[in-house]
Every structure is written in structure tokens, then in C-alpha cells.
């Protein structure tokens, strides 16, 4: 799950993390009133929207010329132009792909004196069980491209999660970004509070974009980028207070209603199948016959009725999807269940688009009499080579 970066400041800042002083505004009205609280003399009008890259980001209808989503501006009545223009307008940076996301709330900052701008992130490294720490000198760049152009300055070293952070991390941090006195040692307590931070709220990252050295010698927090591991979210309701759904795809908070696991995707071909693995093989083998699908989804070995109708559904909501690929292999799950849900739904809903479907495992027959006595529209499938290729063939036939 991903917030914002205000909550996120907010998070941190209960740590002792030093971030600038700012308020959250979702009127023009509200972002003056902050304005006026904070004091100035600089102020920044940032965009809120779960995406980076706002401050090169591009707003729909203000022309290419125009401001991005992040603007330093120095008085009360320029927070409230820049507001106006701001609020309910769609706001396109590189990462919300070109659809873009409209900017429904902004957070209006005290402007930092900047002397350096530098990159600090933390992660979960499966592969080692630790909390990665990635530090650049590079800060306020994207950090693929400079990992893609300039790997050296990139610096990475990991904490044991049993013993914790220790005073050797911090001198390295600050090693890294060339930072000594009284830096240093505030680079050393900025990475305690973070790992504190990070591990107390099970977060899966930490992204700080830019770290500041501000003019008068500090480090500041000035950009935050946080996600939480949804599997820890139960531990966390404050956390899941922060949830902003409208950053979200309502099929995805559809499906998480019914505890589906569903990822929504931008091709033609809506697949339901069981298992991740196999889900992952049915989007593989796809792309393989030239189509592309329109989401992933595992609907779980104990998938109810109930279960599979909502999932059904959710496919045939989204208006890109042109065919629908049903694969089971019925372990744990239920071939019959798996079609009885299919006809129920289509039942409801009505079949637009073709469907093919695979059984296989338990109780495929019975899955497959209860498709055959349907009266559905179906096309039957051997394996699941066959099944993508015949709803690959059967979207292109149609088109
Ligand atoms: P994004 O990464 O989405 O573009 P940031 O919060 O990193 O958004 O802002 C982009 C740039 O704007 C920063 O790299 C920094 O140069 C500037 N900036 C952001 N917040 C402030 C602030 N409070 N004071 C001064 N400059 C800021
Ligand atoms: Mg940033």
C-alpha cells in the first residue's frame, strides 16, 4: 500500500526525522490558510498524487511551457494562483504512464534553502533477509538512470535485521555522500530513525528523493516515497487510515473486497486462473501467441462461488478486456465450483466477448458438464497452450 507524501513526512517526522514544516490543502481556500500559518517567505505548492517525478511532470491543458506539480513560490497570493490551477487537474510525470493522475489534494511546504540534493532509500532485500540502504550523491534525479549511467555513485551496503543498525552504518552513509562533522554525525542518527521507522511500520520502502544539505548546514528530508507490505497491514490500522482509494484502480479495490489476488493490466485478454505461478504462466504464454492480458489474477485455492462470480465480474467491467481466458487446474480448487461461478456471473451480466476455458485436476468433468449444459457460448480448451491460442485466435477473429 502507498500514501502520500505528506503522510508519509508525517509518519517519519513521529521518529524524529527533521522534515520542513507543511500542511496538507484540498482547497485553494485551505492551501491560503496554510500559506499563512507557515509564514514564508518561500513557500512550495506540491502536488499530491501516489507518482513521482511531479516536479517535471506535466499538467493536462496548461501547455508544455506551463509549470510541473512541484512550484516554489514567495507569497500568499502566488500559493493560491498555483493552487487553482493546480487542484482537480491531471497532472502526467513518467511514472503514472500517459493517463496521467488528477491532482485531488496539495501539500503546501516551507521552501528549503537547498545547498545539495542527494538520494537515500531503504528496502527489503529478499535475497539476503536484510534492509538494503541505497545512498547517492546524485539526489533529485531519477536513481534508474543513474544507475544506468554513472553506476559508481550509487552506493549499497545492508543492515542485519538481528543486531540492527550499528554506528559503522551511519559512517558509511555519510562516507558515501562525502558528508564529515557535524553532517556526518546528523547522517548516522537520520539513517537510526529511518531503519526505526522502517522496521516499526513494516514498510517494503523508504524512498527519500531528495535528502537535502540545506544552506545553514542541516540535513533535511525533502521529498518522502513510502510503501507498506500489505501482508502487515493488520498490525497497522493507523496505516491503513492513510489509504487514499482514489489513487487506486476500482477493480483492484473491488477485488481486494473479496480477498482476490488481482492486478489490473493494460491488454485484451482478461485471464482467471488459480495459482500465482500458473497465473503468471497463463500471462506468459499470452504475450507468447501475440495478445497481451488484461490483468493478473489468482483466485486462490479456496475459491468460493462467490468468489469467482466477483472475479468474473471485475474481468468483464473493464471495457479494454476483448476475450476472456478461464484456466484451472483444480488442485485444492474445485473444477465445479470454478464453472459454476463462471455461470453465474455471465448469468448476471450477459457475455459480450468470447470465452475459453480449461479444466483440469479435480473435478474437471463435472466443471465441464456444467459449462456444456449452460447454454454459454464457450470454447472448450485441451491444455493450456491450446486455450491461449484459441482465445488469441478467437479476439483477432472478432476484431
Ligand atoms: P518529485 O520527486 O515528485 O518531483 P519532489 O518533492 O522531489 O517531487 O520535488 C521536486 C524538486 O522540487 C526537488 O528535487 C527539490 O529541488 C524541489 N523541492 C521540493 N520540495 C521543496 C522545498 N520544500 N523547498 C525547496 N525546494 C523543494
Ligand atoms: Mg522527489
Redesign the pocket.
Known amino acids: 500500500m502507498n500514501i502520500h ?1 505528506h503522510q508519509a513526512k508525517a509518519v517519519l517526522s513521529e521518529f524524529g526525522v527533521a522534515v ?1 514544516r507543511g500542511y496538507a490543502a484540498y482547497t485553494v481556500d485551505e492551501a491560503a490558510e496554510a500559506a499563512t500559518k507557515l509564514g514564508g517567505p518561500v513557500f ?1 505548492v ?1 502536488s499530491q498524487i501516489h507518482a ?5 511532470g506535466k499538467f493536462e491543458g496548461l501547455g508544455p511551457d506551463a509549470k510541473g506539480g ?1 512550484r ?1 513560490v514567495k507569497s500568499v497570493e502566488d500559493v493560491k494562483t498555483n493552487a487553482a490551477e493546480m487542484l482537480g487537474r491531471v497532472l502526467v510525470t513518467h511514472q503514472t504512464g500517459p493517463k496521467g493522475k488528477q491532482v485531488n489534494r496539495l501539500y503546501i ?4 534553502a ?1 545547498a545539495k ?1 542527494f538520494y537515500l532509500s531503504l528496502l527489503v532485500d529478499r535475497e539476503t533477509s536484510r534492509v538494503s540502504v541505497v545512498a547517492s550523491t546524485e539526489g ?1 534525479m531519477d536513481i534508474e538512470d543513474v544507475a544506468h549511467s554513472t553506476p559508481e555513485k550509487i552506493h549499497t551496503f545492508s543492515i542485519d535485521p538481528v543486531t540492527g543498525v550499528w554506528p559503522e552504518h551511519g559512517r558509511r552513509l555519510a562516507k558515501s555522500l562525502g558528508l564529515t562533522g557535524g553532517l556526518a554525525k546528523e547522517a548516522s542518527t537520520l539513517l537510526g530513525q529511518l531503519y526505526t521507522a522502517f522496521m516499526a511500520k513494516d514498510m517494503a520502502m523508504l524512498e527519500i ?2 535528502l537535502i544539505v540545506t544552506a545553514d548546514d542541516h540535513l533535511r528530508v ?2 518522502a516515497k513510502v510503501s507498506f507490505d500489505s501482508n502487515a497491514l493488520f498490525r497497522h490500522p493507523e496505516i491503513v487510515a492513510l489509504r487514499d482509494e482514489s489513487e487506486e484502480d476500482p477493480k483492484e479495490i473491488e477485488a481486494s473486497k473479496y480477498d482476490l489476488s488481482y492486478i489490473a493490466l493494460d491488454g485484451e485478454i482478461g485471464c482467471m486462473v488459480n495459482g500465482a505461478g500458473l497465473a503468471m504462466a497463463t500471462m506468459d504464454i499470452i504475450k507468447l501467441y501475440g495478445a497481451e492480458p488484461a490483468n493478473f489474477l489468482d483466485v486462490g485455492g479456496g475459491a468460493t462461488r462467490e468468489k469467482v462470480t466477483a472475479a468474473f465480474k471485475i474481468i468483464m467491467a473493464d471495457p479494454n478486456v476483448k476475450g476472456i481466458l478461464v484456466n484451472i487446474f483444480g488442485g485444492i480448487a474445485r473444477c465445479d465450483i470454478l464453472a459454476q461461478g463462471v455461470v453465474e456471473a455471465v448469468k448476471e451480466t450477459g457475455l459480450a466477448v468470447p470465452l475459453v476455458v480449461r479444466l483440469e485436476g479435480t473435478n474437471a468433468q463435472q466443471g465441464k458438464d456444467i459449462i456444456n449444459n449452460s447454454g454459454l457460448n464457450v470454447i472448450a480448451a485441451n491444455d493450456l497452450s491450446d486455450g491461449a491460442e484459441k482465445i488469441v485466435k478467437a479476439v483477432r477473429g472478432a476484431a
Open positions: 507524501e520542513p512550495v506540491k513521482g517525478g511531479r516536479g517535471k512541484v516554489v511546504e516551507e521552501g528549503a537547498i540534493e533529485g528523493n531528495p525533502l521529498d
